[in-house]
Nanobody, 121 residues
Framework: QVQLVESGGGLARPGESLRLSCAAS???????VDWHRQVPGKERELVAS???????NYAEAVKDRFTISKDNAKNSVYLQMNSLKPEDTALYYC????????????????WGQGTQVTVAS
């Protein structure tokens, strides 16, 4: 059974940093990952993505401040958030395409449970 566990959210002051983690278990590996965020009353938006070739893309609002990465040995993905702004306040979700266990190595997508990031002075 695939499980994704997010961590790392919390309260930060403007200009500070947070690192979100998303750890997957019950899988062979991580193929690709997206990080999304959602504010109450608004649609979930894509913040950053990394494809199976480790090519990354970022929303304009977070470019040069956020960095997406993954650790294949730990089956974990990360979102390093620097120079945080109050408008970064949201519930952050990882969405991971995983490679299932052998012998099928089936690809499937899964959402993390979400972690709250609040940026305020």
């Amino acid at each position: 059974q695939v499980q994704l566990v997010e961590s790392g959210g919390g309260l930060a002051r403007p200009g500070e940093s947070l690192r979100l983690s998303c750890a997957a278990s019950g899988i062979f590996g991580v193929n690709s990952v997206d990080w999304h965020r959602q504010v109450p009353g608004k649609e979930r938006e894509l913040v950053a993505s990394m494809d199976s070739h480790s090519k990354t893309n970022y929303a304009e609002a977070v470019k040069d401040r956020f960095t997406i990465s993954k650790d294949n040995a730990k089956n974990s993905v990360y979102l390093q958030m620097n120079s945080l702004k109050p408008e970064d306040t949201a519930l952050y979700y990882c969405n991971v395409e995983v490679i299932g266990l052998p012998p099928r190595f089936k690809l499937s997508r899964h959402w993390g449970q979400g972690t709250q990031v609040t940026v305020a002075s």
